[in-house]
T-cell receptor, first 113, second 109 residues
């Protein structure tokens, strides 16, 4: 199956700082990548759809100025959590789709103190 | 009515049992149906992918889709303790995936 990586796997930061998470498709090109967040014992919540070379499409209720997404190449999308606060602490997962289905990265656990 | 309904469990079975996991959905536009397995603190792993109605088998796993009933199933034969995880159904019509809430499965040795 297709492989998607994420970096870092976990990060701890102070409130007010910004955190960048990278998502890479390792063995295929992805014109579309997706960013999700997941709270404990809950399902995945789609945050935004990232399209290579164009602006991301954000889901209702997701602040685009807080969660900056850049999809600069066919294998890399980044999510930057700006001015992070403790309520942003969560598990962030990206996915990429070579065809009709999606392959997920291993996730990034963010803890904001 | 939610687009995708999945019993969250938890489901606990003895090793070797046959496990049946199910989801129902309401959107008749869904054409692509997937099952993901998610271990704790990990990203979801694609287990099975089915297009439209029918059955698909891969080793101990069988996925069934009944579009007329808007019902999909995942069967796990000869379940193993390593199958203990949360299983998520997901489906889409075009681009976005819609997930069920996930069923937590524990297989006891």
């Amino acid at each position: 199956g297709a492989v998607v990586s994420q970096h870092p796997s976990w990060v701890i930061c102070k409130s007010g700082t910004s955190v960048k998470i990278e998502c890479r498709s390792l063995d295929f090109q992805a014109t579309t990548m997706f960013w999700y967040r997941q709270f404990p014992k809950q399902s995945l919540m789609l945050m935004a759809t990232s399209n290579e070379g164009s602006k991301a499409t954000y889901e209702q209720g997701v602040e685009k100025d807080k969660f900056l997404i850049n999809h600069a190449s066919l294998t890399l999308s980044t999510l930057t959590v700006t001015s992070a606060h403790p309520e942003d602490s969560s598990f962030y997962i990206c996915s990429a789709r070579p065809k009709e289905t999606q392959y997920f990265g291993p996730g990034t656990r963010l803890l904001v103190l | 009515q939610k687009e995708v309904e999945q019993d969250p469990g938890p489901l606990s079975v003895p090793e070797g049992a046959i496990v049946s996991l199910n989801c129902t959905y309401s959107n008749s536009a869904f054409q692509y149906f997937m099952w993901y397995r998610q271990y704790s603190r990990k990203g979801p792993e694609l287990l099975m992918y089915t297009y439209s109605s029918g059955n698909k088998e891969d080793g101990r796993f069988t996925a069934q889709v009944d579009k007329s009933s808007k019902y999909i199933s995942l069967f796990i034969r000869d379940s193993q303790p390593s199958d203990s995880a949360t299983y998520l159904c997901a489906m889409s019509g075009s681009e976005k995936l819609v997930f069920g809430k996930g069923t937590k499965l524990t297989v006891n040795p």
